[in-house]
């Protein structure tokens, strides 16, 4: 929430100076909004973490692939 909140304020203040200040009424519509949407994503991001966990198998990151899966390696090499 404090990250959001930061953006929120970094842009708040740009577009104060670029443009002038908002209307209080946009200010309002703004942080409502941003008081739903923030916890509403970050709950639905845990909730799918949860039911859809992603397994990593570590291993499979270090293993080296042959040639022969990358394609052709070479012009007139057989692939078999």
Do not use: H, W
Request: net charge positive.
């Amino acid at each position: 929430m404090l990250i959001a909140a930061l953006e929120t304020l970094a842009s708040g203040v740009t577009i104060a100076l670029i443009y002038g200040p908002p209307e209080p009424v946009v200010c309002l519509a703004t942080i409502s909004a941003l008081l739903f949407a923030v916890p509403v994503n970050l709950t639905l991001g845990n909730l799918v973490s949860l039911y859809f966990p992603m397994r990593r198998d570590f291993g499979v990151y270090r293993r080296k692939a042959n040639f022969r899966d990358r394609g052709i390696s070479q012009p007139g090499s057989s692939s078999y």
